[in-house]
């Protein structure tokens, strides 16, 4: 509830609409697709972060990478009232922001091998027996992710919950990719992030690649 109320009161302050409306994609067209050059005006590798929070660590990422292209997605629409003043308040030009369910983008509004690197960080573990149907990953999921991956494209991916990152990186290995070295980049970066190492929590983090020479979805 706190989260709420505070999201409702930064949607009320007075340029707040007009700060989210520079990054906003609108979702209220007849047939809401993903066409990344036509949302940037041009062709870059795209970054997406699914589940992006308030954008601690795509509004730093952006910035420090102007020749990529990022889009911050959440399922909630509060979350995302804030996350698109944030990232329109640091008028970023590559950096766009949508309220979506990352399993609808994925497994039906990008094109094959669209995508350069996902960014995953602390999805929901519904830890409930009755709540699993809400998880983000499941094996449906991870060969979506595969699919809009360009060869050679990576997947990042950090959890708080140990059960949960080994069926995550288990799933992710069985749709076709390769464990990387690289480490992940928001896995020390996000808000979650921050609070649990600030707490002493452990985090489990791993990067995926999709091999080079992959030419079709498994
Ligand atoms: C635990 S928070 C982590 C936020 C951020 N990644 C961080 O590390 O600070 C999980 C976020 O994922 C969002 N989320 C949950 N399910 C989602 C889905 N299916 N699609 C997109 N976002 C989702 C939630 O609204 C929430 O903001």
């Known amino acids: 509830m706190a989260r709420l109320r505070k999201a409702a009161k930064i949607w009320a302050k007075p340029n707040a609409r ?6 906003m994609i609108a979702d209220d067209g007849p047939v809401f697709a993903i066409n990344p ?4 005006g041009r062709r870059a590798p795209l970054e997406i972060e699914i589940g992006a929070g308030k954008g601690e660590f795509i509004i730093e990422r952006a910035g420090t990478r102007p020749e990529h292209d990022f889009l911050a997605i959440e399922l909630s629409a509060a979350v995302t009232r804030v996350l698109a003043v944030r990232c329109g308040r640091a008028g970023l030009e590559n950096l766009r922001v949508a309220r979506i369910d990352g399993r ?3 497994n039906l509004l990008l094109a094959d091998a669209s995508v350069a690197a996902y960014h995953v960080y602390f999805p929901d573990p519904w830890p409930k027996g009755r709540h699993l149907k809400h998880r983000l990953f499941t094996p449906p999921f991870a060969a979506g992710i595969f699919r809009t991956l360009e060869p050679g494209g990576i997947a990042y991916i950090a959890t708080d919950v140990r059960e949960y990152a080994g069926e995550i990186f288990a799933m992710i290995e069985g749709a ?3 464990r990387a070295a690289e480490l992940a ?3 020390r970066q996000t808000g979650f992030a921050r609070k649990y190492l600030a707490a ?7 990067s995926f690649r999709k091999p080079a020479r992959a030419t079709s979805p498994r």
Not at 18 to 23: H, K, R, W
Not at 37 to 40: C, D, E, G, H, L
Not at 200 to 206: D, L, Q
């Open 18 to 23: 007009e700060l989210a409306g520079q990054v």
């Open 104 to 106: 609808t983008l994925v």
């Open 200 to 206: 002493g929590k452990a985090v489990y983090s791993a």
């Open 185 to 187: 980049p928001g896995a």
């Open 176 to 178: 076709g990719f390769i």
């Open 37 to 40: 050059p036509a949302i940037f």
